[in-house]
C-alpha cells in the first residue's frame, strides 16, 4: 500500500513557540487526506539548520535517507514537504544531489507551498519542474547565505568588543553569574557552591562524595527550576565534572564557531582572560586539576565498609603487580578488612596468597610519614629540566616554526610547489607543537600551585593526631584528605609475600630525613641494587610494620641490611657479610 510521509523542520527552538510546527503538521494532513493516504509524521527536525546540512548527516532526516537507502521505503511513497528549502538550504549542487538521490530511489517529493511533484516518472517526460526546483534550492541557499554573513559580523562585532572592551557578548552565561545593566554580576549563593567544589576535590573528595554531600543537604543543583523535558533530581556527577574543568571559573571565556548540533563547533581565536569575573584563583584551579589527574592514577578496588581506607590505590602485588583487593573478613578481633592480590583471588596464576590488615598498614603509614621531612632538589640521580624552561623551550621552537613558515608562505603564493608542500608540512608541525606548548603550560600551572610536600606532610601530622579517634562524617572527611595527601607523596606500596608490605619513596628529586618517632619503631632500608639503565632511580622502603619483630624486621631486609628507628634514635643493621667483606678489605685474619 502507497504510503505518505511528512518531513518538518524548522532552524530554531524558538521557532517552536510559533505557527510554523502547526502549520507544516496541518498542510501535509490535509494532502494526504485528500489523496486517501496513510501519513507518518514522525520525520521531524525541530530546531536544527538546513544551511551546512545538518539535518542530512544527523537528524530525522537522515534516518529517513537510511531507510530509503535500505529498502524500508517502499518505491512510489510520497515525501511531503513545506518546500524544498525544509529538505536544504546547502549549495544548489548539494541540494539537488540529495532531490535527486530521492527522486531514483522511487520516492516522489511532494512541495505543497508550489504544488509540484517531483518523481521519475513525470520528470522523464517533463523536465521543466527541475528549472523550478533550481530556482527554489539557489534562493534558499542565498537567503541562508545572506543571513549567516550579517549574523556572522554581528558575531565577530560583538567578540571584538568583548575582547577590547569586556563588553557581554550575550545574556548567556556561566550558571554562578547573571547579566545586569549589561555588567556579569556574581549570584552569591552559587559561587559559594563552586568554591565549595574546588575546595572539597583538592581535599581529596570524589565527584561522588561531593554529589552525596550537596544533595543529602538540599542544595539545589542549578539547572533546578529550568523547564525541561526531564525535571532535575540533585546534583550529578558529571555537573560536578564540568565545573571543576570549567576555565571560565578563572574568568576566561573561549569565542566559538559552528554549532554542536551542525558537530563543527570549534575554538575561535585565543580565549579571552578577565572576561568574567573571577571567582577562583588560579593556583586553586591548578590545584584541583592535580587531585583530579592523582585520583585517575589511583583508581580501581573496593571501598572499606567505613569509608575509603586511606591507602586506596596504592598498593600492588610485588609478586604479579596486579592490584590489592580489599577483603572484608568480618568483624574484629577475628576478622577485619585485609588486603590481597586481585589476581590470587580470582585465580589467574599469583601465589602471593598473603593478607594485611588495612588498619595496620595505615597505622605503619601513618608513623612514618609523621617520622620525617623532605625537601626538593635537582639532579641527584637524573637530569631533570624546570617545567618553565620546557614551555621557554617550546615557545621558541614554535616561534621559529611560524618565522618559517612566512618565509614559505610568499614562496608559496609565486606558486612555488615544493614551498607550498613545506609550508603544509611545517603547519601541521605547527599545530602539533601548539598542543604541546598548551599541556607543557598546563603542567607548569599545576607545579606553581603545589604547595610541596613540606606542607603536606605539616597536614598529615595535623590530621593523623585525631583520626583514629573521630566517627560519623567527621571520620569520613579526615579520612578522605589524609588519603589524599598520601597520595601525593607516596607512589607506590608493594605488598611481597615475603619481605612484607612496604612503602617505596623515590630519591630521584627529594631528599628524605627520618626523624624518631614519638612512640613505637619501624624498619627501612635504602634500595640500591644495582639496575638497568632505563630502570626506576634508588628508592627508600619502609616496612609497614608497628614495632615489627625481629624475623619480621630480617625478612624485610632480605640480608641487604637495613635501619631502624625508635624513639630512643636508630639503630643500624648491616648486612651479614659486611663484616666479612671489611676484614678481606683491611686483610683482617
Known amino acids: 500500500m502507497t504510503k505518505a510521509y511528512s518531513y518538518i523542520r524548522f532552524s530554531t527552538p524558538e521557532q517552536a513557540q510559533g505557527d510554523s510546527l502547526r502549520r507544516q503538521v496541518a498542510k501535509a494532513e490535509a494532502w494526504a487526506d485528500g489523496r486517501g493516504l496513510d501519513l507518518d509524521d514522525s520525520h521531524r527536525d525541530l530546531g536544527i539548520s538546513a544551511y551546512h546540512g545538518a539535518n542530512r548527516t544527523n537528524g530525522a532526516l537522515r534516518s529517513f535517507l537510511q531507510m530509503v537507502e535500505d529498502g524500508k521505503i517502499e518505491r512510489d511513497s510520497y515525501l511531503i514537504v513545506e518546500s524544498l528549502d525544509r529538505l536544504s538550504r546547502e549549495t544548489v549542487i548539494d541540494a539537488a544531489t540529495q532531490l535527486f538521490a530521492l527522486i531514483q530511489a522511487g520516492v516522489v517529493v511532494v512541495t505543497l507551498s508550489d504544488g509540484q511533484e517531483y518523481s521519475a516518472t513525470r520528470l522523464r517526460q517533463d523536465w521543466t519542474p527541475l528549472v523550478i526546483s533550481l530556482a527554489v534550492m539557489a534562493r534558499a541557499h542565498d537567503e541562508s547565505r545572506v543571513k549567516s554573513e550579517r549574523v556572522g559580523e554581528a558575531w565577530r562585532q560583538k567578540k571584538a568588543a568583548a575582547r577590547a572592551e569586556g563588553k557581554p557578548i550575550t545574556p548567556r552565561c556561566p550558571e554562578w553569574l547573571e547579566v545586569r545593566d549589561g555588567k556579569f554580576v556574581e549570584r552569591p549563593d552559587r559561587v559559594e557552591i563552586v568554591r565549595r567544589i574546588f575546595r572539597e576535590t583538592i581535599e581529596g573528595f570524589g565527584r561522588r562524595e561531593i554529589v552525596c554531600r550537596l544533595n543529602g543537604e538540599g542544595k539545589l543543583p542549578f539547572k533546578a527550576g529550568e523547564k525541561r523535558k526531564k525535571p532535575s533530581t540533585g546534583w550529578q556527577t558529571s555537573s560536578i565534572a564540568k565545573i571543576v574543568q570549567n576555565r571560565a571559573v578563572m574568568g576566561e571565556y573561549q569565542p566559538h564557531t559552528g554549532t554542536h548540533k551542525a558537530r563543527n563547533r570549534k575554538p575561535e581565536g585565543d580565549p579571552i582572560k578577565d572576561y568574567y569575573p573571577r571567582i577562583i584563583p588560579d593556583d586553586v584551579f591548578w590545584r584541583a586539576q592535580a587531585s583530579l589527574e592523582t585520583r585517575r592514577q589511583h583508581t580501581g578496588g573496593r571501598r572499606g565498609d567505613k569509608g575509603a581506607h586511606i591507602l586506596h590505590g596504592l598498593a600492588k602485588c610485588s609478586a604479579c603487580g596486579s592490584a590489592m583487593w580489599v577483603v572484608n573478613k568480618g568483624k574484629p578481633p577475628k576478622g ?254
Not at 614551555?391 to 612555488?416: F, G, H, P, Q
Not at 572527611?477 to 612496604?502: D, K, M, N, T
Not at 624486621?553 to 635501619?563: E, I, L, P, S, V
Open 336 to 589: 577485619g578488612v585485609y588486603l590481597a592480590c586481585s589476581s590470587n583471588r580470582r585465580n589467574v596464576g599469583c601465589d602471593n596468597g598473603r593478607a594485611w590488615r588495612v588498619d595496620e598498614l595505615e597505622e605503619a603509614v601513618l608513623l612514618c610519614l609523621t617520622s620525617f621531612k623532605t625537601q626538593s632538589f635537582k639532579g641527584l640521580y637524573q637530569q631533570e629540566t624546570d617545567n618553565g624552561d620546557i614551555v621557554d623551550a617550546i615557545r621558541a621552537e614554535l616561534d621559529d616554526l611560524n618565522r618559517r613558515n612566512k618565509v614559505l608562505m610568499r614562496l608559496a603564493e609565486s606558486e612555488d610547489q615544493q614551498a607550498i608542500a613545506r609550508f603544509l608540512e611545517i603547519a601541521e608541525e605547527v599545530k602539533a607543537k601548539t598542543a604541546e606548548l598548551k599541556a607543557a603550560e598546563a603542567e607548569l600551572a599545576i607545579s606553581q600551585s603545589d604547595p610541596g610536600d613540606s606542607v603536606r606532610l605539616a597536614e598529615v601530622l595535623q590530621l593523623s593526631t585525631d583520626f583514629m579517634q573521630l566517627e560519623g562524617e567527621e571520620r569520613l572527611e579526615s579520612r578522605i584528605r589524609l588519603s589524599s595527601l598520601i597520595r601525593r607523596i607516596v607512589p607506590l606500596i608493594e605488598c611481597h609475600p615475603i619481605r612484607g608490605a612496604y612503602m617505596v619513596l623515590p630519591l630521584d628529586t627529594k631528599v628524605w630525613r627520618v626523624e624518631s618517632p614519638t612512640e613505637g619503631a619501624f624498619a627501612f632500608q635504602l634500595d640500591l641494587q644495582p639496575r638497568a639503565a632505563d630502570a626506576p632511580p634508588p628508592r627508600y622502603l619502609f616496612l609497614l610494620k608497628k614495632n615489627p619483630t625481629d624475623d619480621a624486621r630480617d625478612a624485610f631486609y632480605q640480608g641487604k641490611g637495613g635501619q631502624m628507628m625508635t624513639a630512643d634514635g636508630i639503630k643500624g643493621f648491616p648486612s651479614p657479610n659486611a663484616f666479612e667483606r671489611l676484614k678481606n678489605k683491611q686483610g683482617i685474619a
